[in-house]
């Protein structure tokens, strides 16, 4: 099956610096998803995108929804240690298709002091 | 607030045996589902339900059995566990209709299999 490939694979940052992560697909999009994965726990849903174009923000974060629709953003503006986790990308092809959700390989966020 | 529960948490299986992964759910979600996570790659759907009684197969379901007996429940099974089948694996859960990509997930079950 279809893999989404995010990037940075890994990243380490100081507390109050800004994040910025990305996914791609080979294949077009009608949703993106963004969900966060603390250790030991389940992905958490951060953001959901509909539109090409569209930007949607939760608190501190900031989501983009590509105007290819091939790729989506994910920013977390001045971390903090609890942004430690790993993060999600998710692209369904068609609305109301969740049974085709493919997933990316995940972008692992270090918060040091 | 119990959302999407898992039962057990972590197992360890030897080559050949059989065991069977509970997942329960109180919002009342028509649609539940069995992902795999392994390293480096994207969790990856074993199979889905959408609604009592019915199942479906996703990416990769060799290995597997599911039931839906009840709406609230959704039980993985291996029926003969082999060693590639180590993994964490996540039961979510999503409504009906046209918001169904928003997964609530479980916690985990950390499988091992030797």
């Known amino acids: 099956g279809q893999q989404l490939n995010q990037s940075p694979q890994s990243m380490f940052i100081q507390e109050g610096e800004d994040v910025s992560m990305n996914c791609t697909s080979s294949s077009i999009f009608n949703t993106w998803l963004w969900y966060k994965q603390d250790p030991g726990e389940g992905p958490v849903l951060l953001i959901a995108l509909y539109k090409a174009g569209e930007l949607t923000s939760n608190g501190r974060l900031t989501a983009q929804f590509g105007i290819t629709r091939k790729d989506s953003f994910l920013n977390i503006s001045a971390s903090i240690p609890s942004d430690v986790g790993i993060y999600f990308c998710?692209?369904?092809?068609?609305?109301?298709?969740?049974?085709?959700?493919?997933f990316g390989t995940g972008t692992r966020l270090q918060v040091t002091l | 607030n119990a959302g999407v529960t898992q039962t057990p948490k972590f197992r360890v299986l030897k080559t050949g045996q059989s065991m069977t992964l509970l997942c329960a759910q109180d919002m009342n979600h028509e649609y539940m589902y069995w992902y795999r996570q392994d390293p480096g790659m994207g969790l990856r759907l074993i199979h889905y339900?959408?609604?009592?009684?019915?199942?479906a197969k996703g990416e990769v379901p060799d290995g597997y059995n599911v039931s839906r007996l009840k709406k609230q429940n959704f039980l993985l099974g291996l029926e003969s566990a082999a060693p590639s089948q180590t993994s964490v694996y996540f039961c979510a859960s999503s409504y009906g209709g046209v918001t169904n990509e928003k997964l609530f997930f479980g916690s985990g079950t950390q499988l091992s299999v030797l």
């Open positions: 339900s959408v609604g009592e009684g019915t199942t």
């Open positions: 998710a692209g369904q092809p068609h609305t109301g298709t969740a049974s085709k959700l493919t």
